[in-house]
């Protein structure tokens, strides 16, 4: 059977993002090295990305605030968060929370190169 690799269309599902820029093609290829996000050039020639799954996907937008604050907190999951954290800061983010604040989770904060503040969280295993 052949795998879907369609994002699922259904109630409720966050499906799109706009995500605060100053520098575009900065914040992009950040995404893209730390998280493998797909990018992709729109139909009005902006940068989009698709998340590394194929289920999400957004653009960067410049003339907004970035989110500099805990409100809404997106989690970005990853397979390993020491080492995605070490390649947060090799590729221009900072780290504003570390692992073990929300123990038992595996959790930490970041921001990225236009000062956004998003999670990560690591799938426990067993």
Known sequence: MEKDNHPKSENGKICYLEIPAVDIARTSAFYQK???????????????FDDAVGQVSGTWVTG?????????????????????????????GKIVQPIGKDHPEITARFTDPAGNILGLYQQPKG
């Open 64 to 92: 907004r605030k970035p989110t500099t604050e805990v409100g809404l907190l997106i989690y970005i999951m990853v397979d390993d968060a020491a080492a995605i954290i070490d390649s947060v800061i090799a590729n221009g």
């Open 34 to 48: 730390v998280f493998g996000w797909q990018l992709r050039k729109r139909g009005d020639g902006k940068i989009a």
